[in-house]
T-cell receptor, first 113, second 111 residues
């Protein structure tokens, strides 16, 4: 069964600090991996998408990495802001037809003053 | 705004009621999705419509019935729901496997 596991489950950091979120998956065959940011009660917003051949991708203060061999991804947030407080969800798409997506459990990030 | 509109934003219904959730997108996307988000759980993909053809069901109970009359509209018909069906229901659309755009969701409470 395809699985996507994220860690930590929750995280509290001070404004201005950096943090790294982890995502491990067993989805196979692999198509792509996305990181989403979801504010409470709202739909997720895509931050990055990475395919098999990509190791690193940045979007402003967000940098995602992918190791397709170990099936691990990370999302690094630099110089955190209060507005970064949200749930960060890792989503892996299975290759082939059927639009099969597996969602991680998410990491709840809280940025404090 | 993401270009995906859901109505209503909030819905309270009894277990014997029949209601429908509506989703609309004019982004020209060819795939639409229904997701369920319960408290402290990851998003659960319920239904996918690609080019108006349902491609995945994900073993959703039959009390949830999707309808996709065209590529811009998606409905989720609800009947005889259970209290555990109370959740945030999110609609999304995408162009093939590109980034999905999500609506703001319908907060459903079953009493």
């Amino acid at each position: 069964k395809n699985q996507v596991e994220q860690s930590p489950q929750s995280l509290i950091i001070l404004e201005g600090k950096n943090c790294t979120l982890q995502c491990n998956y067993t989805v196979s065959p692999f198509s792509n991996l996305r990181w989403y940011k979801q504010d409470t009660g709202r739909g997720p917003v895509s931050l990055t998408i990475m395919t098999f051949s990509e190791n690193t991708k940045s979007n402003g203060r967000y940098t995602a990495t992918l190791d397709a061999d170990t099936k691990q991804s990370s999302l690094h947030i630099t110089a955190s802001q209060l507005s970064d407080s949200a749930s960060y969800i890792c989503v892996v798409r299975e290759a082939g037809g059927g639009n099969k997506l597996t969602f991680g459990t998410g990491t709840q990030l809280k940025v404090e003053l | 705004e993401t270009g995906v509109t859901q109505t209503p934003r909030h819905l309270v219904m009894g277990m014997t009621n029949k209601k429908s959730l509506k989703c609309e997108q004019h982004l020209g996307h060819n795939a639409m999705y229904w997701y369920k988000q319960s408290a402290k759980k990851p998003l659960e993909l319920m239904f996918v419509y690609s080019l108006e053809e349902r491609v995945e069901n994900n073993s959703v109970p039959s009390r949830f019935s999707p309808e996709c009359p065209n590529s811009s509209h998606l409905f989720l018909h609800l009947h005889t729901l259970q209290p555990e069906d109370s959740a945030l229901y999110l609609c999304a659309s995408s162009q093939e496997d590109r980034a999905a755009f999500f609506g703001q969701g319908t907060r459903l409470t079953v009493v």
